[in-house]
């Protein structure tokens, strides 16, 4: 529907327009700029989250959950996919 909707608004004058074909919630989920009042939830939510990986120490989870001030530690494997939580 966003590339007809991308013709009408072109047909009726409105320019340039541009089909953004990942769609809006991709968009708003960036936290790129948008019209109107709404709070979303990405604006309060942190987007740095502490990692580490599976053989790591315990005393290294914990030093970077001291540094971040929130938790949990995320670890991963080695191909980047979380295992677990710490």
């Known amino acids: 529907m ?6 009408r608004l072109e047909a009726t004058g409105f320019g340039p327009v541009y089909d953004y074909v990942a769609g809006k919630a991709d968009w708003l989920a960036a936290d790129l700029p948008f019209e ?7 604006m309060f939510t942190r987007r740095g989250v502490a990692t580490t ?6 005393a290294e ?13 995320l670890v991963l494997n080695q191909a980047g996919v979380v295992m677990g939580a710490a």
Do not use: C, H, M, N
């Open 2 to 7: 966003s590339p007809r909707a991308a013709w």
């Open 36 to 42: 109107g009042t709404a709070q979303l939830a990405g």
């Open 53 to 58: 990986g599976e053989r790591a120490p315990v």
């Open 61 to 73: 989870a914990l030093r970077l959950l001291a540094a971040q001030g929130f938790g949990p530690v």
